[in-house]
Nanobody, 116 residues
Framework: QVQLVESGGGLVQPGGSLRLSCAAS????????MSWYRQAPGKERELVAN????????NYADSVKARFTISRDNAKNTVYLQMNSLKPEDTAVYYC?????????WGQGTLVTVSS
């Protein structure tokens, strides 16, 4: 059974930091690209960052470049999103995604709220 379980969301003040984790099981994690997406209220889901299966290459949305860092630990079947200098506009449900070719799976999401 494929599972992607996100954790680490919560309420943080502007300028603060959070680290999201996504624990994977039920598939070969080390040969899947992993991504973080987010969906704010009333908006479409958007790509935040992705990382190749080996971790050798990453890609970021312009809105989070230099503030967010995606990483993975293939020994722990976990992908991370370190979020620094958070802004109110980063408020969203953050989703983990695993993909390989036409195969993909989503996690259930974790809510990040940036507010004073």
């Amino acid at each position: 059974q494929v599972q992607l379980v996100e954790s680490g969301g919560g309420l943080v003040q502007p300028g603060g930091s959070l680290r999201l984790s996504c624990a994977a099981s039920g598939f070969t994690f080390s040969n899947r690209a992993m991504s973080w997406y987010r969906q704010a209220p009333g908006k479409e889901r958007e790509l935040v960052a992705n990382i190749t299966s080996t971790g050798g290459s990453t890609n970021y949305a312009d809105s989070v470049k230099a503030r967010f860092t995606i990483s993975r630990d293939n020994a722990k079947n976990t992908v991370y999103l370190q979020m620094n200098s958070l802004k109110p506009e980063d408020t969203a449900v953050y989703y983990c995604n695993a993909a390989r070719g036409s195969w993909y799976r989503w996690g259930q999401g974790t809510l990040v709220t940036v507010s004073s």
